[in-house]
């Protein structure tokens, strides 16, 4: 009995532990397309975007996390000036680390900026591009037609047995799974030793 308990619960420290060590974080980047010889693919390049107005940052080798309010306030500075083909150009050479591209990510994260690009192909550098809204444009009205109508649901479903047990499941914390291996795993070898002594008396 004293094994049922302690074992799972040395499954889940060192179990946790270990599932810390291994587990990665991924981020995602897309970058621009390469121009093509005949220039086909030109907007769905870097290029159109290459000469526009730039305010020109260089990135401090290693210092990209430790400046990244400067950045953040930068590029919120950006947003809000709205200005037509405007960007920030940020500086980045082989002395830059991996941290130093990964807290720009970071910060164009913060500041909800969804266009920016990485022109690997020429310069290196990381370019926030202006989302410009134009302030003449008026909201377009339309007509509400479902507006103030109420929507009645005759029949509730209800959650049968194995719904309830698959949502119970699903909510469980993952270090629950490991105390219950190692439950399931002592109990199978408790009945194990239990046929092997019913079946040396018999």
């Known amino acids: 009995m004293i094994s049922a308990?302690?074992?799972?619960?040395?499954f889940w420290y060192y179990g946790n532990q270990k599932f810390e060590e291994i587990n990665v974080s991924v981020m995602d980047i897309g970058l621009p397309a390469k121009l093509s010889?005949?220039?086909?693919?030109?907007?769905?390049?870097?290029?159109p975007l290459r000469n526009w107005d730039y305010k020109k940052i260089k990135i401090e080798p290693g210092k990209g996390k430790e400046n990244s309010?400067?950045?953040?306030?930068?590029?919120?500075?950006?947003?809000?000036?709205?200005?037509?083909?405007?960007?920030?150009?940020?500086?980045?050479?082989?002395?830059?680390?991996?941290?130093?591209?990964?807290s720009l990510l970071n910060d164009m994260a913060i500041t909800q900026q969804e266009?920016?690009?990485y022109d690997l192909e020429k310069t290196g550098h990381f370019f926030a591009t202006v989302n410009y809204i134009d302030p003449n444009i008026e909201e377009f009205k339309y007509e509400c037609f479902l507006c103030h109508d109420v929507i009645s649901l005759n029949e509730v479903y209800k959650l049968n047995l194995f719904d309830k047990i698959q949502q119970f499941l699903i909510n469980l914390p993952k270090e629950a799974f490991y105390i219950m291996f190692g439950f399931?795993?002592?109990?199978?070898?408790?009945?194990?030793?239990?046929?092997?002594?019913?079946?040396?008396h018999y």
């Open 37 to 47: 010889k005949d220039k086909s693919n030109l907007n769905s390049t870097f290029e």
């Open 69 to 102: 309010n400067f950045y953040v306030s930068e590029v919120k500075n950006l947003q809000k000036r709205n200005k037509k083909n405007t960007g920030i150009e940020f500086i980045l050479n082989k002395n830059n680390t991996y941290g130093d591209f990964a």
């Open 115 to 117: 266009t920016y690009a």
């Open 184 to 200: 399931l795993f002592l109990v199978n070898i408790s009945m194990l030793s239990i046929k092997e002594r019913f079946q040396m």
């Open 5 to 10: 308990v302690l074992i799972p619960l040395l």
